[in-house]
C-alpha cells in the first residue's frame, strides 16, 4: 500500500542535529509519504549551510522533494542586521525559493518587549514583508504573542501573497483573521497533546479547509514519539504522520480522508499549481 503523500511544510531539517544522519532520515521520511518538505531560514549566518542543503537532498532519490524558503526569525532579532536584508534579497534572485520564512513577531521574552528590541523586530517583519511583494511570495509567519500586531502589518502593508501561519496558536478568533487575509495555519505534533484545550478549538471551529502539517523538526516532537530517557527528544519530518494522525482524530475524520485537503492546502499556501 502507497503511505498518503504528505507536505512538510515547516522544517529545520539543514540545523547541526541532523548532520549525522540527514540522509537516512530522508530515505525514512519519503517511505513512510513525506514527499516535500521546506527547509526554512532564521538566521543570516546559516543561509548558506540552508542553500547547501536544499541542493543536497534534491540530488538524492527516494527522499523528500527540498523547498527553500529564505528569513530572518524575529527571536533571533539582536543578531540581524541591514545588510542581511541585501543577502537576503541577493538570495530570492539567485535561488529557486518557494517563500519567505521564517518571520514575524516574537514577545515571548521579556526583553523582545523593550520599545528598541519590538520596534527592531517589526522593521524587519516589514522589510521582509516589502521583499514578499516585490518577489511576489508567500510568506511563512511565525507569531508568539503578537498575533493583533501581526495582523495590523500585514493589514496596514495591504498583504496579498498569503502563505502559513506557522505553529499557529492563537485564539479562534485570530484564527479566523488571518484566514481572511489569506493564510494556512500550520499545525505541529502540539496536536497529539490531550492537553492542547486551546489548539484543538481552533482546528475545529476552522476546519480542515484552512490547514496544514508541519513537523518544525528538530523541535515540537509529537508527543508518542517522546522518549522518556531523553532530555529532547529530536523531532525528524518522518514523525510527520503523528501530525497527521493527531489532526484526523481532533476533526473526527480518518488521515485518508483529510490527507489529500491538507495536500491542496499546502499547494495553494505556497502558490504551487501541482
Ligand atoms: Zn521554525
Redesign the pocket.
Known amino acids: 500500500m502507497t503511505p498518503l503523500a504528505l507536505f512538510d511544510t515547516?522544517t529545520?531539517f539543514d540545523v547541526e542535529d541532523f548532520d549525522i544522519d540527514r540522509e537516512h532520515l530522508a530515505y525514512q521520511a519519503k517511505a513512510v509519504g513525506v514527499e516535500r518538505l521546506i527547509l526554512?531560514g532564521?538566521v543570516q549566518e546559516r543561509f548558506a549551510n540552508l542553500i547547501d542543503t536544499h541542493h543536497y537532498l534534491n540530488r538524492l532519490i527516494h527522499t523528500p522533494q527540498s523547498y527553500l524558503a529564505p528569513g530572518l526569525?524575529p527571536f533571533y532579532i539582536e543578531q540581524h542586521q541591514d545588510s542581511d536584508l541585501l543577502n537576503l534579497e541577493q538570495i530570492l534572485k539567485n535561488e529557486q525559493c518557494i517563500a519567505i520564512g521564517?518571520i514575524g513577531l516574537d514577545t515571548f521574552l521579556k526583553q523582545h518587549k523593550q520599545p528598541e528590541l519590538l520596534q527592531k523586530q517589526k522593521d524587519f517583519f516589514v522589510a521582509q514583508i516589502e521583499l514578499a511583494q516585490q518577489f511576489n511570495k508567500p510568506i511563512l509567519l511565525?507569531i508568539r504573542k503578537s498575533h493583533a500586531d501581526v495582523l495590523q502589518i500585514l493589514k496596514h502593508h495591504h498583504f496579498k501573497q498569503g502563505g502559513i501561519a506557522?505553529?499557529f496558536s492563537g485564539g479562534i478568533e485570530e484564527a479566523k483573521a488571518f484566514i481572511k487575509m489569506g493564510f494556512k495555519l500550520g499545525i505541529t505534533g502540539q496536536i497529539t497533546n490531550p492537553n492542547a484545550k486551546k489548539l484543538h478549538a481552533v482546528v475545529q471551529a476552522v476546519g480542515v479547509e484552512y490547514l496544514v502539517l508541519e513537523t518544525?523538526c528538530p523541535?515540537m516532537t509529537p508527543l508518542c514519539c517522546q522518549s522518556l530517557q531523553q532530555h529532547r527528544t529530536r523531532n525528524t519530518p518522518a514523525n510527520l504522520t503523528f501530525v497527521l494522525q493527531g489532526l484526523a482524530a481532533t476533526l473526527n475524520r480518518t488521515p485518508e480522508q483529510i490527507a489529500p485537503i491538507v495536500w491542496e492546502n499546502s499547494l495553494q499556501a505556497l502558490h504551487l499549481s501541482a
Request: zero cysteines; aromatic letters at 10%; hydrophobic letters at 25%.
Open positions: 515547516h529545520h526554512i532564521f526569525h521564517e511565525h506557522h505553529a518544525d523541535d
